[in-house]
């Protein structure tokens, strides 16, 4: 019930397209929702989060679409760059935050130019 | 700029050594975190700690261990090193509960461990 799904494992894309990752939860419980980043050999840095009493938060270039009665959300890059190729994970955690998220596995984006 | 600070980026440590991994955050977060990162396994959480002189097991506890002497520094220990803790470990910090509305991870760069 702690688990996070993520697909896909790897995604690429061409640059000016759309990238679009999803991950799934069990545990009700989670009510808060963030996407990480990572670029080669550098700690994930928070990109955008989300709590479920919105259906859709966007910052720039990047959306998460949240459908709490399907359990899922996910990422979209729009207008996808070479920039954008890093490693991506979804997470999830509950009350009490920043004390215990769990990670999906990741997916590797490439873009081409 | 805030920032958590691991002392090594690579590190090359002989089977059944000892291995400290340090990290410093300057952000004042009561939360710190140690996970690896492993291909394919995504980030796996070992210890975490809530406070000074407190720590939590997480997911993977096993042949490591962790010490909070200051609310800044937070060590992982392998006290007998493996060539199956071969990875990526990661530290990372956060607010507390009591401390304000940002609840995301702030996470080092990384140290990557071979145990030969």
């Known amino acids: 019930q702690q688990q996070v799904k993520q697909s896909p494992q790897s995604l690429i894309v061409q640059k000016g397209g759309i990238s679009i990752i999803n991950c799934a939860y069990e545990n009700t419980a989670f009510d808060y929702f963030p996407w990480y980043q990572q670029f080669p050999g550098k700690g994930p840095a928070l990109l955008i989060a989300i709590r479920p009493d919105v259906s859709e938060k966007k910052e720039g270039r990047f959306t998460i679409s949240f459908n709490k009665s399907a359990k899922q959300f996910s990422l979209h890059i729009m207008d996808s760059q070479p920039g954008d190729s890093a490693t991506y994970f979804c997470a999830a955690s509950m009350f009490p935050y920043g004390q215990n998220f769990v990670f999906g596995p990741g997916t590797r984006l490439s873009v081409l130019p | 700029d805030v920032k958590v600070t691991q002392s090594s980026r690579y590190l090359v440590k002989r089977t059944g050594e000892k291995v400290f991994l340090e990290c410093v955050q300057d952000?004042?977060?009561?939360?710190m975190f140690w996970y690896r990162q492993d291909p394919g396994l995504g980030l796996r959480l070992i210890y975490f700690s809530y406070d000074v002189k407190m720590k939590e097991k997480g997911d993977i506890p096993e042949g490591y261990s962790v010490s909070r002497e200051k609310k800044e520094r937070f060590s992982l220990i392998l006290e007998s090193a493996s060539t199956n803790q071969t990875s990526m470990y990661l530290c990372?910090?956060?607010?507390?509960?009591?401390?304000?509305?940002?609840?995301?991870?702030?996470f080092g760069s990384g140290t990557r461990l071979t145990v030969v």
């Open positions: 990372a910090s956060s607010l507390g509960e009591g401390q304000n509305a940002n609840y995301g991870y702030t």
């Open positions: 952000m004042d977060h009561e939360n």
